[in-house]
């Protein structure tokens, strides 16, 4: 099973203008998946975010209309990430908090009340996640994927310059 974070362009509704705008990024939301397989546009896939369309932190089968979400996946993510997002099921919808926080850098959360930008960081282990929009999301994603294929690299290559192991601190 692997992680991707689906991110919403489409036109949407007043709020989807109003945070594209508060954020200054062409994202109004987002979601978290973990499947067996890569998700395209056009598929239907099992997601889990906070929405206000639907009242807060749920768990919902979504049609990634192409046009309208673009996918990333999420190679570093935490095994536990879709338990962590889970463990929130049922909690209300936060949208000024988000709105305010990338107006005015109020960066406060309200307690037991989620934006999705800040469920899927939370549920990501990403520090801050009240201070994520989406598009700021985004970016921690990408960061965070680069220092992950770069450290599988690494680790793949064998070090020509490695010695024998040498004891620190031996004299010589």
């Given at each position: 099973m692997r992680y991707y974070v689906a991110f919403y362009r489409g036109?949407?509704?007043?709020?989807?203008?109003i945070v594209r705008w508060a954020t200054r990024s062409p994202f109004s939301h987002c979601e978290l998946i973990l499947t067996d397989r890569t998700?395209?546009?056009?598929?239907?896939?099992?997601c889990i975010s906070a929405s206000g369309r639907d009242g807060g932190v749920r768990i919902k089968?979504?049609?990634?209309?192409p046009g309208k979400w673009d996918i990333y996946a999420v190679p570093w993510a935490p095994a536990d990430a879709?338990?962590?997002?889970?463990?929130?099921?049922?909690?209300?919808?936060?949208?000024?908090?988000m709105v305010l926080s990338q107006l005015f850098n109020f960066r406060k959360n309200a307690?037991?009340?989620?934006?999705?930008?800040?469920?899927?960081?939370?549920?990501l282990g990403l520090n801050m996640p009240h201070a994520k929009?989406?598009?700021?999301?985004?970016?921690?994603i990408d960061?965070?994927?680069?220092?992950?294929?770069?450290?599988?690299?690494?680790?793949?290559?064998?070090?020509?310059e490695d010695g024998p192991d040498e004891e620190i601190g031996a004299a010589t």
């Open positions: 036109k949407g509704t007043m709020a989807d203008r998700p395209r546009r056009g598929d239907t896939v099992r089968d979504i049609r990634l209309t879709w338990a962590r997002a889970e463990a929130k099921l049922g909690q209300p919808y936060e949208l000024w908090t307690r037991d009340k989620w934006f999705c930008s800040e469920l899927v960081a939370h549920a929009s989406p598009g700021d999301l985004l970016r921690d960061d965070h994927s680069d220092t992950w294929q770069l450290a599988q690299e690494a680790f793949a290559k064998p070090r020509a």
